[in-house]
């Protein structure tokens, strides 16, 4: 299919030659902008933050932070010293080393961000935990890591299930006048009681950073594990394909409970001593672009399923703000329809660029950016010193146009260390040729562009939040009427993906649609809300294999009106 591709952006971008600099760059000489790459002894906060807290952006503001309540602001020497007080509660109030896991389970907020990069200061691995999980989620991630310690506020306490985490030692909740009893202590008593001077742990380079809960087509979530090393992507990527420079202001839409959220939430953007804008609260078309007009944000990072959104809520709107200062769009999560970047250049008279990773890279690995065209619909090409190709199931390279695996090459230095506390699962990504195997299917161009296909595996994309299949069943199957489910993605406009359920009622239960509602509440409150069944279908049995396994393909033939392809497996 030819494809108008969009023409490149002149200009004094970081990335200036895309070939050029792929055929030369090595990831050893990108490290040598940090001192530590001698010595190997790092800290990603020390990085991030302090470097910056003694030189010429000491007075800069690293962070302008709102939400429907609060408006605040810090220099990077400020977030520098709140940091520390927030190290300093964790050292000496919650026995936190190195190497101990320290849960944040809040919505966004300064003290979010203090107690992260303060934890890290202490070596500690830093799990973000997005504020809708209910008990049963955080109960997996909690017990799974065995964290040690958990910063909470007083609204999501009642979803920590003390009673069943031996292993948590310290609870702080972030509030006031919070009655202290147990594991429980005042976060922000002892935050103002503390010093803001904290030394900070030096780390190897392949030492535990932050643990990233996620989901595949089996079993519970499971721990990516990424270590300080990944820095040196985090920082060129951000130069690169954020196009990051001194005077940007930068929106990175995500929360730090997921990838996205940290990675380019917190990382990028403080590595390259960026101003970086956090909102919290919820979202509407309106608040956004405000957001945007109110800090004169520059660069904005964001999701498809956000930009469809705003689509939705029509062309009008964005003229009721002044978003002049936008220079570059970038997005992540789900495939970007080519319909959304020709909207993006319309009202925003600006490309939307597409980028492509996931939690396990760490960081962005094939992407669009300023120097190069776009084709609408492509998710572009991979970024210096990391080769991608299209692979078939024995890790041999495919030829252009033929779809395949997309995998990557092993040794980028942001991939995931390990999968916490199964070493099976992790070996389990590689191919013979040394592939990191992605789990998507794509193909090449002839111009070395990839195109996405979609999932080989049952795991569901909906609003840009990953959902395994499995997880949402096994929850179903506790309710009492349930006596069997298969859970599908379905295509659906706005979110990319909703989540259907096709269930088999229990003996004794008859079918309403009130029973529905009554099943959609019980996942939303026992995992997440956007892991809730959008749909519900009754069936009488549901198609299994002879050793009873669910088969998610027939069912979203069935719900597709597509070719079931070979039934042989299944059961009569
Ligand atoms: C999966 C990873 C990395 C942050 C967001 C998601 C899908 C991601 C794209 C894109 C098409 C995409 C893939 C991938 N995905 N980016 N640009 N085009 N699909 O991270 O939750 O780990 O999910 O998201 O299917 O495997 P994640």
Not at 158 to 186: A, Y
Not at 376 to 383: D, E, F, L
């Amino acid at each position: 299919m030819k494809v108008e591709a969009l023409p490149v952006i002149q200009g004094e971008h970081n990335l200036l030659n895309y070939a050029e600099t792929y055929g030369q760059f090595d990831w050893k000489d990108a490290e040598k902008v940090f001192s530590w790459s001698e010595t190997g002894k790092v800290n990603m906060a020390y990085e991030a933050i302090d470097r910056h807290a003694e030189g010429a952006r000491k007075n800069k503001i690293a962070l302008y932070y709102q939400d429907g309540t609060r408006k605040e602001k810090y220099t990077f020497k400020e977030m520098k010293e709140l940091s520390n007080k927030a190290g300093n509660v964790l050292k000496a109030y919650g026995d936190v080393d190195k190497g101990d896991r320290v849960f944040i389970f809040m919505p966004r907020s300064p003290e979010l961000y203090f107690t992260v990069l303060g934890a890290i200061k202490l070596g500690a691995i830093v799990g973000p935990l997005f504020e809708a999980f209910m008990e049963g989620a955080v109960r997996d991630r909690l017990q799974d890591s065995g964290a040690k310690v958990l910063v909470t506020t007083p609204e999501l306490l009642n979803r920590v299930p003390v009673d069943e985490l031996p292993e948590l030692k310290h609870i702080f909740v972030v509030g006031s006048n919070v009655e202290e009893s147990g594991k429980i202590q005042d976060f922000n008593k002892k935050f103002e009681q503390s010093s803001k001077f904290l030394e900070v742990e030096w780390v190897d380079r392949n030492d535990g950073l932050i643990l990233h809960y996620t989901s595949g087509s089996t079993g519970k979530p499971k721990g990516v594990l990424h270590v300080h090393n990944s820095m040196i992507q985090h920082y060129q990527t951000a130069k690169w394909v954020l196009d990051l420079k001194e005077g940007d202001v930068y929106w990175c839409t995500a929360d730090p409970g997921w990838v996205t959220g940290t990675s380019y939430g917190i990382f990028g953007p403080w590595l390259t001593g960026t101003s970086n804008v956090i909102i919290g609260g919820r979202f509407s078309p309106e608040s956004w672009y405000k957001m945007i007009e109110e800090y004169e944000v520059t660069v904005w990072y964001s999701a498809p399923t956000a930009f469809r959104m705003l689509m939705g809520a029509g062309d009008e709107i964005v003229k009721a703000f002044n978003l002049s200062s936008l220079r570059h769009i970038v997005s992540v999560g789900e495939p970007l329809n080519p319909e959304v970047i020709r909207w993006g250049m319309k009202v925003f008279n600006l490309r939307i660029h597409d980028t492509w990773w996931m939690t396990e890279t760490g960081a962005q690995l094939i992407c669009n950016y300023p120097c190069m065209e776009i084709k609408p619909g492509s998710m572009g090409k991979p970024i210096p010193g990391v080769q991608a190709a299209i692979v078939d199931d024995q890790g041999q390279e495919l030829p252009p146009y033929r779809m395949g695996n997309l995998a990557i090459k092993k040794g980028w230095p942001s991939m995931m260390h390990t999968i916490w506390n199964n070493e099976q699962k992790y070996e389990s990504y590689f191919m013979p040729g040394d592939w990191y195997v992605s789990g998507d299917s794509a193909y090449m161009d002839e111009e070395g562009y990839f195109w996405f296909q979609g999932r080989i595996d049952d795991v569901i994309m909906t609003s840009g939040e990953r959902v395994g299949p499995f997880e949402v069943e096994s929850k179903l199957v506790e309710h009492p009427a349930v006596a069997e489910a298969g859970v599908i993605g379905k295509p659906d406009p706005v979110r990319g993906e909703i989540i259907k359920a096709f269930i088999a009622l229990r003996d004794g239960y008859e079918q309403s649609d009130e029973l529905k509602e009554e099943i959609r509440q019980f996942v939303k409150q026992g995992l997440a809300a956007h892991a809730a069944p959008r749909e519900i279908d009754f069936r009488d049995k549901l198609p299994k294999t002879r050793s009873g396994k669910i088969m998610r393909r027939v069912l979203k033939a069935w719900e597709l009106d597509l070719p079931t392809g070979d039934l042989s497996t299944m059961e009569d």
